[in-house]
């Protein structure tokens, strides 16, 4: 169910923000660092879905089908929303399209993993604006 800007949680079926946005301890690297997004979910293999609708116009799939490997990211997309906006989707296990791939607000579009640099399965969702990371939470509440 879209909001009233046409988003939807990225992380179907739980709705915790488990890492939020902005400074933090990193939990790998164990020092103070920008988080350029939010952590959701949590389990292999659950649905990550489109936040809005957009082109598909990056995926980066080394560790396709690993639950973990690899580092940064890890398996990733970026959509563009227009205007600007693109969101980001990271430590994926799965991807589920490609680039050009038009999609609508709520379609899948991965799984979830924890590849890169990862503690655990779930997914880093970032908003960016003109390639600017920003918080993600007010387009997607």
Known sequence: QTNSKG??????GDR????PYGM???PVYHYYRMHTGVDLGGSYGNPIVAAAAGTVILVNNPREGSNKGGSG????IIIDHGGGVSTLYAHLKNTHVKVGS?????????????????TGPH???EVRI?????NP????R
Do not use: E, M, Q
């Open 24 to 26: 933090r301890l990193h």
């Open 7 to 12: 988003w939807v949680w990225p992380y179907p």
């Open 73 to 76: 990211y890890g398996n990733y």
């Open 16 to 19: 915790t923000i488990y890492s």
């Open 102 to 118: 038009t999609v609508k607000a709520g379609d899948r579009i991965a799984s979830c993993g924890s590849t890169g640099t990862s």
């Open 130 to 134: 003109n390639g600017r990371h920003t």
């Open 123 to 125: 997914l880093h969702f």
């Open 137 to 140: 939470v007010p387009y997607i």
